[in-house]
Nanobody, 125 residues
């Protein structure tokens, strides 16, 4: 089956940067729309960013716009999330989701069929 694995999380001070990676495995895997979501304790999973299959269009949640950048390298089966100017409120488990068919990227969890297990990002004040 398709597997997604996130990496790059860790502990960083406010104002710092991290780059998350989402790597896909599976011989039959094809990238379509991909999204990053995050979840803090006691909260719903929140939309962070999304990107089209070709990388031609990107979308961001209001809370991260201007600070985070999503990109992809299909040759490496990898999607990235560059996070700059991190704030304590960015602390969460970050998840990568991938759609299984062509379509416009969605901001809801239902738009994605494959998920990784998440990577923890902790931003200290």
């Amino acid at each position: 089956q398709v597997q997604l694995v996130e990496s790059g999380g860790g502990l960083v001070q406010a104002g710092g940067s991290l780059r998350l990676s989402c790597v896909a495995s599976g011989r039959a895997f094809s990238w379509y729309a991909t999204g990053w979501f995050r979840q803090s304790p006691g909260k719903e999973r929140e939309f962070v960013a999304a990107i089209t299959r070709s990388g031609g269009s990107t979308y961001y949640g209001d809370s991260v716009k201007g600070r985070f950048t999503i990109s992809r390298d299909n040759a490496k089966n990898t999607v990235y999330l560059q996070m700059n100017s991190l704030k304590p409120e960015d602390t969460a488990v970050y998840y990568c989701g991938a759609a299984s068919a062509p379509g416009t990227p969605r901001k809801s969890r239902s738009g994605y069929d494959y998920w990784g297990q998440g990577t923890q990002v902790t931003v200290s004040s």
